[in-house]
């Protein structure tokens, strides 16, 4: 390819990952929503977020002793999950 096209496609790309990284998200879903977009969460980390939101909520309820422990069977997904979406924010962040 040439060089001067090869610099154009990466400029072109910066300017695009540059637009949608200025994506407001006014709530939990709409932030996971905007990661997903962005390449950051796979579909399916997107979908296993959403429903950690959905556990974080229910943890105000912990007096329910079977919320609890359904909670805590997860938490280990939960953390993994975590734990990937800061990798491809801090590789995106090394990236720049």
Do not use: C, F
């Not at 959403?50 to 309820?61: C, D, F, Q, S, W």
């Amino acid at each position: 390819m040439n060089p001067t096209r090869e610099r154009a496609i990466e400029e072109l790309r910066r300017m695009v990952l540059a637009a949608l990284e200025t994506v407001s998200a006014a709530s939990p879903n709409a932030t996971i929503r905007a990661a997903r977009a962005l390449g950051w969460l796979s579909d399916e980390d997107a979908q296993a977020a959403i429903k950690l939101g959905e556990e974080r909520k229910l943890a105000v309820h912990m007096y329910r002793d079977q919320v609890g422990q359904q909670i805590d069977g997860r938490l280990a997904a939960h953390a993994a999950l975590l734990r990937r979406w800061l990798e491809a924010l801090l590789r995106r962040a090394a990236a720049e």
